[in-house]
């Protein structure tokens, strides 16, 4: 029996200018007491958590905070967080002030102060234990700093495996943070290269939530069998439309003009409802190709990111597969392909084909200055076997593809993406 049921779930949300500055009053309503605040280097040089932290203590919150997070976290770096937070404790809440590095680092801190064992249990399979967490955890506010990931609204943790090269991620209902507060002004001082990758992981997860596989397609399942990601489903859908359509008008502004308030905050609320789509639909063929782009990184390093050592940001990594991704599914919906694509450029008319969404995807990425293909981040064709495998270990996302994709498919698609345009 297929399946007739689809489930829906957001934390609390408060958005808006100066939405951050009522974060003690938000949490002085949770009971809080003493909260550590997870924040990056980078993001504490902009002084907004020192700020937030001052104001939580106006309410008699107690704020600590920790600027150790690592940008694209690994297992090694969480768990230097986790050490720290369980030396520096107790805590009653959890405040995670940064991109999706300082918002994931937040979950696992969370989970590990919370639930017995180590953090690669709790790793998906095959990478890890797939166990799932069986306490509640602490509270979480998480206020993103970028215009990307949507981690505010997930219940995904994502960190870089070191031993088996691969990223993979923490699933579960109870790392979904219960607060998100979206202040548009925090993302005024991203650096234009981090608003361009941040800003396709956006547009990815609306692409991909709005392409998943239909939550119909699946087998029945029993309650306790029900995960976050259950395939393309109505609620999912309006959100990824809205969230292309205000990315059409504010992705190219926000790129070239960091200033651009109005594109700055049309961008933060395209990555709020790209946020409450895909954690709810899933994503698939590009976010699964990403992991081993980044896992495997060795020589590139993307400006407006620390460059302490290589790393080929996240938001970057997912769009470079996807127009070779969506050539690939277009004909499993040919419709949402042609819709989306219209969505993003209006200009297009109603006639197109595979190639449309390729086309209009890959015109935005040379105008926002991403690199044209998987060959410019480090990569040749003696790599692809090994990408492929990666890919596969994704098994959770290559699952919500509107059809199936194996290995030979996975090796044409990054093939075929090694260079993009000349
Ligand atoms: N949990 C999820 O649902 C989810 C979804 C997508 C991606 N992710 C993960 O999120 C991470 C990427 O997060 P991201 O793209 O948000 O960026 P990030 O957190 O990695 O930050 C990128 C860079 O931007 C800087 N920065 C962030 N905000 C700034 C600001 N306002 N002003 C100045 N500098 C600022 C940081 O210091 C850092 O150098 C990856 O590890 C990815 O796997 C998680």
Not at 15 to 39: H, I, K, N, P
Not at 83 to 91: F, K, T
Not at 249 to 276: I, P
């Amino acid at each position: 029996m297929t399946e007739t049921v689809f489930t829906y779930g957001t934390p609390a949300l408060k958005f808006g200018d100066g939405a951050s500055a009522e974060l003690g009053y938000d949490l002085s309503m949770l009971g809080a007491r003493r909260a550590v605040l997870v924040t990056d280097a980078g993001v504490a040089a902009t002084g907004a958590p020192t700020r937030i932290a001052a104001q939580m203590g106006e309410f008699g919150v107690e704020a600590v905070v920790f600027d150790g997070v690592h940008i694209e976290p690994t297992d090694a770096s969480m768990q230097a967080a986790i050490d720290w937070a369980r030396a520096h404790g107790p805590w009653d809440a959890i405040v995670a002030v940064g991109g999706g590095s300082s918002i994931d680092t937040a979950k696992a801190v969370n989970l590990l102060l919370t639930n017995p064992g180590e953090l690669i249990d709790y790793v998906n399979q095959p990478v890890g234990g797939g166990q799932a967490p069986t306490q509640p955890l602490l509270p979480l506010v998480a206020v993103p700093t970028t215009t990307g990931t949507g981690a505010e609204s997930t219940t995904v943790c994502i960190l870089d495996v070191l031993a088996q090269h691969v990223k993979s991620g923490i699933s579960h209902a109870r790392l979904r943070p219960t607060l998100a507060v979206v202040d548009p002004e925090l993302t005024m001082t991203q650096p234009a290269g981090v608003t361009a990758a941040a800003g396709m992981d956006i547009l990815c997860h609306a692409l991909e939530s709005y392409t998943a596989r239909p939550y119909t397609s699946f087998d029945r399942k029993r309650p306790e069998q029900r995960v976050p990601y259950c395939g393309a489903n109505p609620v999912a859908d309006m959100w990824a439309e809205r969230a292309i359509g205000l990315l059409a008008g504010s992705f190219r502004t926000a790129v070239a003009d960091g200033g651009d308030r109005a594109a700055r905050g049309a961008m933060a609320m395209a990555a709020t409802f790209a946020g409450m789509g895909f954690g709810n639909a899933g994503v698939h063929i590009p976010h699964a190709n990403a992991y081993p782009i980044a896992g495997r990184a060795r020589s590139f390093r993307p400006s407006g990111y620390p460059d302490a050592e290589p790393l080929v940001p996240h938001g970057m990594a997912v769009s470079l597969t996807a127009p070779e991704a969506f050539r690939f599914t277009f004909d499993a919906a040919p419709d949402r392909h042609l819709r989306a694509a219209q969505l993003l450029d209006p200009t297009v008319g109603r006639d197109g084909g595979p190639d449309t969404l390729p086309g209009v995807l890959t015109a935005l990425m040379r105008d926002i200055g991403i690199p044209p293909g998987v060959a410019a981040v480090g990569f040749d064709e003696g790599d692809i076997d090994d990408l492929v495998e990666g890919a596969q270990k994704q098994q959770r996302l290559l699952a919500t593809a509107p059809r199936p994709v194996t290995a030979e498919d996975l090796t044409g698609i990054f093939t075929r993406s090694m260079t993009l345009w000349e």
